[in-house]
């Protein structure tokens, strides 16, 4: 069993930032890829980035690249979603989820490649 726990959601003005964190717990040992997605209320969930935990790459969605950044914790049980220049349209209930095993780069945005899912967090940003 893993379990995932997002925090650091919240009110900001557009132009501030956030950053939230993703708690790992469980059979973390397992967990190969980490990923950022985004739901807006009547929208289809979005992908906003990735990282893999050997090595740390990262991948990123157009729509947020510049502006949001993933990073590891040092105790490879955290990983973080710096938000920053939030914009009204970012609001959305932000979730982090993990992948068992390798997720390849054409599917890495596919939410069924996920094996688990925090509960999410909102993140409201005002005009």
């Known amino acids: 069993q893993v379990q995932l726990v997002e925090s650091g959601g919240g009110l900001v003005q557009a132009g501030g930032s956030l950053r939230l964190s993703c708690a790992a717990s469980g059979r973390t040992f397992s967990l190969y890829t980490m990923g950022w997605f985004r739901q807006a209320p009547g929208k289809e969930r979005e992908f906003l980035g990735a990282?893999?935990?050997?090595?740390?790459?990262?991948y990123y969605a157009d729509s947020v690249k510049g502006r949001f950044t993933i990073s590891r914790g040092n105790a490879r049980n955290t990983v973080y979603l710096q938000m920053n220049s939030l914009k009204p349209e970012d609001t959305a209930v932000y979730f982090c989820?993990?992948?068992?095993?390798?997720?390849?780069?054409?599917?890495?945005?596919?939410?069924?490649?996920?094996?688990?899912w925090g509960q999410g967090t909102q993140v409201t940003v005002s005009s």
């Open positions: 990282i893999t935990w050997s090595g740390g790459r990262t």
């Open positions: 989820a993990a992948a068992l095993g390798l997720v390849v780069v054409p599917a890495i945005e596919r939410t069924e490649k996920y094996d688990y």
